[in-house]
Nanobody, 129 residues
Framework: QVQLVESGGGSVQAGGSLRLSCAAS????????MAWFRQVPGKEREGVAC????????YYADPVKGRFTISQDNSENVLYLRMDSLKPEDTAMYYC??????????????????????WGQGTRVTVSS
């Protein structure tokens, strides 16, 4: 099991930036992929970005491509999400997730909730216009 704790959420005006962090603890050695998801009330949780924990391969949802950057420091067991050019529609609760198994094919399943077996409690992001 991996314990995940998100931080860095807050309120920002449109066009601004935030950096989310996710601290991982516990059995992190078996982590294959980590991802960020987000959810607004009344909607399903959606994948935002995913990264291979021991590599650089990354995947992004179309609405955030070119604005968000996922990265990791696996020596410190921290996952990041740098969010630039924020829009009001980015307002959501953001969750960190870890998959302790391979995802096949990752290019089409990285944003599938059931692929992840560890989740954080979330951090709220509010973007005002």
């Amino acid at each position: 099991q991996v314990q995940l704790v998100e931080s860095g959420g807050g309120s920002v005006q449109a066009g601004g930036s935030l950096r989310l962090s996710c601290a991982a603890s516990g059995y992190t050695y078996g982590t294959f992929y980590m991802a960020w998801f987000r959810q607004v009330p009344g909607k399903e949780r959606e994948g935002v970005a995913c990264i291979r924990w021991t590599g650089t391969s990354a995947y992004y949802a179309d609405p955030v491509k070119g604005r968000f950057t996922i990265s990791q420091d696996n020596s410190e067991n921290v996952l990041y999400l740098r969010m630039d050019s924020l829009k009001p529609e980015d307002t959501a609760m953001y969750y960190c997730a870890a998959a302790q198994h391979g995802i096949y094919p990752v290019s089409s399943r990285w944003d599938t909730e059931s692929e992840y077996n560890n989740w954080g409690q979330g951090t709220r992001v509010t973007v005002s216009s």
